[in-house]
């Protein structure tokens, strides 16, 4: 009996520790990390410019803990999200042509929603925006016969392109 009443307790302990562990990863889901493009592995990251403006960039394999290249998601309801930067505090903005971030408000620009494709990686996800598609990588030559890898991010049309998948770690 004895031995019954041991084992009952390590049991309710062993719960109560497990119950401890899940509770505080939970709280640990709204912190800061990498967002990494599927495509060329680079982390989503910012840099203020000599006018004092946020740009974003790609970091090619650079995916360092800077908080100029940490994340987070805010939930906004419904499936929907705000993706702020740690170093600049501003969001991921899909107001125009290209991908940006400004100070964080209410538009349509700043709310994201992860969406899953058929075929994507296991951790893959396509950042969806609701006034212009999907969260992109766009390589480019800044001059004629500079073959060097530069990168553009902004939001278009849906596909099934690596380019459009990003892990969120």
Not at 10 to 28: D, F, K, P, R
Not at 136 to 145: D, S, V
Not at 155 to 165: H, I, L, M, V
């Amino acid at each position: 009996m004895k031995l019954r009443r041991t084992a009952l307790a390590l049991l309710g302990a062993a719960l109560s520790l497990l119950t401890v562990q899940i509770g505080t990863a939970q709280a640990s889901v709204g912190g800061y990390g990498p967002i990494v493009n599927v495509a060329s592995q680079g982390c989503l990251g910012m840099f203020r410019d000599p006018a004092g403006d946020f740009s974003l960039y790609l970091v090619d394999n650079d995916c360092t803990g800077s908080p100029e290249r940490q994340w987070t998601e805010q939930p906004l309801g419904d499936g929907w999200y705000r993706i702020v930067n740690q170093g600049s505090g501003f969001c991921l903005d899909s107001r125009g042509l290209f991908a940006i971030q400004l100070s964080c408000d209410d538009s349509a620009g700043q709310r994201w929603q992860q969406v899953r494709q058929p075929g994507m990686p296991p951790n893959a996800v396509q950042l969806r925006n609701p006034q212009n598609g999907c969260l992109e990588l766009i390589a480019f030559e800044p001059t004629p016969g500079d073959h060097s890898q530069h990168y553009m991010l902004k939001a278009g049309p849906c596909g099934p392109w690596n380019t459009q998948w990003w892990e969120i770690n």
